[in-house]
């Protein structure tokens, strides 16, 4: 074989390595996405127990101490 068809041959091979490593890269994507929107529910969920387990401050919100910014989370995604 001469130095073209190897070359060619070559570039061909690359090609093929770079489009499985693109495609083994998309499939861990997907599986981040569908790990994250299997926790999303679960964490909202916490978030609303740790909300309802607060103390009652002087105002009468329940809010947390250990999570000050928390409460927000949880009327942003109630007022949606």
Known sequence: M????VSLL???LELGA????LSRL???FDLIASTQRELRPSITSASITALN???TTRSGDQRSRR???LHMRVAIRAAR
């Not at 001469?2 to 068809?5: A, G, I, L």
């Not at 770079?18 to 490593?21: D, R, V």
Request: no cysteine.
């Open 26 to 28: 998309g499939r861990t």
């Open 53 to 55: 387990l607060a103390p």
């Open 67 to 69: 999570f000050p910014l």
């Open 10 to 12: 070559m570039n061909w």
């Open 18 to 21: 770079l489009f499985a490593i």
């Open 2 to 5: 001469n130095f073209e068809t």
